[in-house]
């Protein structure tokens, strides 16, 4: 597959036509897309065009972007001026939004061609993308298992070669965990890195944008060009974009790496053993391997389910039929409100509507939601105290390889499960990222999840640079 740095410097010193480049993938799309469904959309036409244009730029010695000529594949609940970004759901189908996401803006900006939205759980409540409305991805390493999710299509679209890079939404690992089952680099940013701005809201505290790619130099470059402040975003940190290319190289000798003795159980024989062999690579070159605890993370599923379906049921509440997406007619405004969400959400998103609605109701509120609050700053204390002592933490990133479609559908605490290392960091506000590690169980990829503290992703990235280079 060829990598976002290389075609960007190609296309920009005129070796590479981004025409061609663009042609190359729409063909691996037209073998392998029926297949996988990692899209809900291809724009093929505007992509064509979209590339016509930077190679006119290039010829007649304009200056073009950091991305140039890189066909880049975007959540389908990422806001995309007059595409269609439907969030995977019945409700939204055929809505065009009226604007760009800041990311969409800025990824326009760097010369990168938007060749797609993926698919993904419907708005992005999943693991597997079983839940989107539209039928589910397949994982390109072996199609009867899941990419996980639920930025399962941005994932799919990676590992099968049809764009260069992606960008994917995480609340609780949905960048990191898919990034994993389908043996790319996903990275979730501290929160307010990224402007979320045109992001379709789903747990607003805990949602973050973020890359896929083939490798952890593509993803430190592509984080860059979208991460920055955003006035638009009022959780936008006010500072400039990290510099993250410039640290690859470091290395990890005399860094601290956590190692967390009280994991919460569950977690399949094959990934530990990948963790323990990327602890032996950083110890080789160099890094010392510190025990820590996080007496609190045995909490912080149970806290992300209240606090996620809280702030989705308000969040939510805007599909209603008036404004937004589409409407089933009744004879008056609330047999025309409820018909029309009846009709308009899948099972889990009404699931999750109904528990935050509950954990928000007067008489629970302090009881469930005040009670997820108080867990999530037990949980930022306890990362606190562990980086007194290390630079970065490494966890399994999921607790098992891809598993088979179906085997989870039937009981949503096993599917919540996947994200039990995920969530902690989310919760916290910190980055973390998915390095693939190898292969576990069925020859499916193991991904190692990079720790660090609230805009520590220069630690962050050095640890998965090495993590690369061991495997
Ligand atoms: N799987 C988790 C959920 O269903 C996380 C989803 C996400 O990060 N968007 O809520």
Redesign the pocket.
């Known amino acids: 597959m060829q990598k976002l740095v290389e075609i960007a410097s190609g296309v920009s010193n005129g070796s590479l036509s981004a025409s061609a480049v663009v042609e190359q993938h729409l063909a691996r799309i037209d073998v392998r897309e029926s297949e996988i469904h990692a899209f809900n959309l291809v724009t093929a036409d505007q992509a064509r065009l979209d590339a016509a244009k930077v190679d006119a730029d290039v010829k007649s010695g304009k200056k073009v972007g950091a991305l140039a000529g890189v066909p880049i594949a975007v959540k389908d609940n990422m806001c995309t001026r007059g595409v269609e970004t439907t969030c995977s759901s019945k409700i939204l189908q055929g809505w065009k939004p009226p604007y760009d996401a800041t990311v969409v803006t800025k990824l326009r900006a760097a010369g990168a061609i938007i060749i797609g939205k993926t698919n993904l ?1 419907e708005f ?4 597997s993308t079983e839940n989107s409305a539209f039928g589910p991805t397949k994982n390109p390493h072996d199609i009867s298992r899941v990419p996980g ?2 930025s399962g299509g941005s994932a799919a679209a990676v590992a099968a070669g049809f764009a260069a890079a992606s960008l994917g ?6 960048i990191r ?1 898919p990034a994993a089952l389908c043996g790319v680099v996903g990275v979730k940013p501290t929160y307010g890195v990224v402007s979320r701005y045109g992001l379709v809201a ?1 747990a607003s505290s805990l949602d973050q944008i973020g890359p896929f790619t083939c490798d952890v130099r593509d993803a430190a470059t592509l984080l860059e060009v979208i991460s920055g402040h955003d006035p638009l975003d009022s959780t936008s940190i006010p500072q400039p974009a990290p510099s993250l290319v410039s640290v690859l190289e470091h290395g990890v000798a005399g860094m601290r790496i956590g190692r967390v003795t009280d994991l919460p159980e569950g977690c399949e024989a094959d990934v530990l053993e990948r963790l323990e062999s990327a602890f032996d690579a950083l110890r080789s070159a160099g890094a010392t391997i510190v025990d820590i605890k996080l007496p609190s993370i045995q909490y912080c599923l149970t806290a992300y389910y209240l606090i ?1 379906p809280a702030e989705a049921s308000s969040n939510l509440a805007r599909y209603d039929g008036v404004r937004y997406g589409n409407r089933v007619d009744a004879a008056d405004l609330n047999s025309m409100y409820a018909a029309t969400r009846e009709a308009g959400f899948g099972e889990e998103v009404k699931r999750r509507i109904m528990l935050g609605t509950y954990a928000l109701s007067a008489g629970y509120y302090d009881a469930y939601y005040g009670k997820a609050l108080k867990v999530r700053r037990l949980i930022s204390d306890d990362f606190a105290r562990a980086y007194q002592s290390v630079d970065t933490i490494l966890t399994p990133t999921s607790p098992s390889v891809a598993f088979e479609f179906g085997s989870k559908t039937d009981n949503p605490l096993a599917m ?1 499960l ?2 039990v290392f995920t969530i902690p960091t989310n919760l916290a506000g910190h980055p973390a990222m998915s390095v693939p590690f190898g292969t576990g169980a069925h020859s499916m990829p193991v991904g190692v999840q990079v720790l660090a503290p609230t805009l520590g992703e220069q630690a962050m990235f050095k640890v998965a640079a090495e993590l690369e280079r061991a495997s």
């Open positions: 759980d992005a409540m999943g693991s999710g639920s939404s995480d609340t609780g690992g949905s965990q789903f996620a919540y996947c994200d």
